[in-house]
């Protein structure tokens, strides 16, 4: 498919080890420019510590990690970020206490230099950089579709809108590469139109976009193509129509996430709801009705 | 790097809410304009020496805003700064004979090398490390000065000379031709108007100036007749005038840096550490701007209240005094200005007024804390107050629809 395009980011061998525990075991992984991957896997599966480590927030136990052809484990989160790679995370972390505006204005931060004399004193340069950094942020903020009121503070919004402003942040970045972790989560559908819809103008833009989903009618429908990971391991690797064809991943994906949620529920707290389970064996082309009937209840997920 | 933008760039806006911003300047300008017109109803040495404390405070207070309010960093040793500043002064002008304005170059260096000595290390740690960090730091500041010689040890440092130019010092006092009042409001209110009109603000520049001819002409009015000569034959008075301007420097200086990127940098840290790396800010170099720059800040005031004082002894800078700033702080509202503004003064105002009701001030001075917290634990003023005309300011403003945006 894509694997002509150059390859902007390389997995190679990655452990991430936490005491006994290996979230992330020798996976390997492959971005190419402009694509979009999908990265699915049951609970646990060790998807969100991948990108901790790819994002520099995880130092791996061992493995290599390259982004546009340069080593980036010893990297801080904020070089990594400056060198083109933007992220949000599985639970909202905007800027509680920030308006709107202001949380999209920072990710701006690294591409305006101002000093601390130019702000105390207003000089023209900073009235200048602040006025373009405005600009920018409300031209994101209306990318992404917000309609909201961009000074209020961003606990007042609902949570769809802020949702929105969190990838408004990481566009303003300038990102090549943005990892979107469980971007739909807590969305209702016209919400996940609208996320459907964007995913492809942010891709339109050329940013290559790795996406962690649970929502499988989301990921058939975006990716190009889709890795599936479990127990920290590439399970498989291939276009929407392979996976969903691949015994393996509907053995792995519906037997581990009834059998993790038999001994772990309480453990793990964004365990699949038996809808998502539901639609998730749809899309896969396989019926779960007999398989979800004898789950135990299982707490709905935690939307934050 | 090719810089990525957004295809909607530079859409129609609805107006923000700079509405509010102008109402903060009007309590401002006026909270500046009665501190300043003060003296000349109360030529009372005690109470206006009661104002340059209360000033110190304030002071105080919004330095610690910048490392608690604004960059979150819990610090428990903030005296320990206003220690340094205050020594640092003393002991130079006391023992190397150096003017006191001579020590303020000194006084600042010496706050950024403290800052970074005892930041640099810990500030790369969670912030839990930060305040039992800067607890002890506060405390070996305070014992080392009692035990050094130079410090004076217990006793401390007596006889800091004032500051003085030249032959000129502030024992002097000061004599001006009435006039001269009025016509310095008039000339920096000219000034500012002017540079604001070149700058095509002419609203402001307009506002400036009515507002710089009304101080002249309450000036003038309070100064009976212009041919009049005033004299500020005390001392304290030319004290409290500089509290004042360091504090109007401060007022205008320290929401200004929180307005560019540096604030916002200081902000997002202070909100989620690891956000705010997610948005390519380095949240070290972020924590430890913050904490510097409240460090200085610190030690111009423990310079000023060094020299008001004239004598410093280890004595007064004892853990309770940064506990008292952090509750400044805390029950104003942390990253907000109006609010440690307010918070300095309650916390200086409130066990001076408690005094004369009762000898156990402190027990009295906790239980309002307690009841300030219970009903308003955001702080009296929070910064993410909203002025109650603002609130549905977006129902009134007619937004334009998606679709007539992308038209
Ligand atoms: N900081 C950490 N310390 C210890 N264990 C961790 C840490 N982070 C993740 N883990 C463990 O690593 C494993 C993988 O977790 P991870 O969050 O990466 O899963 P995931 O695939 O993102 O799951 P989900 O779909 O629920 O988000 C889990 O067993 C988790 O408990
Ligand atoms: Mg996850």
Redesign the interface.
Known sequence: MKSTAPTILEVRDLLMQFGGVKAVDGLNMTVHDGEILSVIGPNGAGKTSAFNCI???YKPTSGSIKFLGESILKQ???HI??M?M??T?QNL??????SVL?NV????????S?H?Y???L?T?S?AK??KQ?D??A???L??V?F?G?E?L?VTQLPYGEQRRVEIA???N????LLLLDEPAAGLNHSEKRALIELIGRIQA???SIVLIEHDMGLVMEVSERILVINYGKELADGSPEEIRNNPLVIEAYLGASEGKAADTTGIYEHLLDENDLKVAAADLGVSASHKSAHLPAMPKRKEH | MELLMPPTLGKPRLATLSFDRKFLYCIAGFFVLVVLVLPYFTINTYVIGLGIQGLIYVLLALGLNVVVGYAGLLDLGYVAFYAVGAYTSGILTTKFGWQMWQAVPAVILACIVAGIVIGGPTLRLRSDYLAIVTLGFGEIIRITAQNLEITGGPSGIFGIPTWSFGDWSFNDGLSLPAWSIPAFFLVVGALIGASLYAMKKQVAAIVTGSVAVLTAVIMAVLSGSLTNTITFSSKVILYYFTAIIVLVLGLVGIPRLAQGKLGRAWKATRDDEDAAEAMGINTYAAKITAYIIGAVWAGIAGQLNATYISSIAPGTFQFLQSALVLMAVVIGGMGSIPGVVVGGLFIFLAPELLRDVWDNRYFAFGILLLIVMIFRPKGLWPATSVLPWSRDRRAKDKLPSANEVTA
């Not at chain 1, 972390?93 to 920030?98: G, T, V």
């Open positions: 994002s520099g927030f801080h989160p904020s970020t400056k083109g933007a992220r995370f972390r905007l800027f509680k206490e920030m202001d204005k920072t990710g701006a931060h690294s591409r305006f101002q601390w130019d702000a105390f207003h023209p900073f950089s602040e950094i600009e920018m409300r031209g994101w209306d990318f579709g309609k009121d000074e503070y942040r990481a566009l970045t300038s990102p090549k833009l050329g940013v």
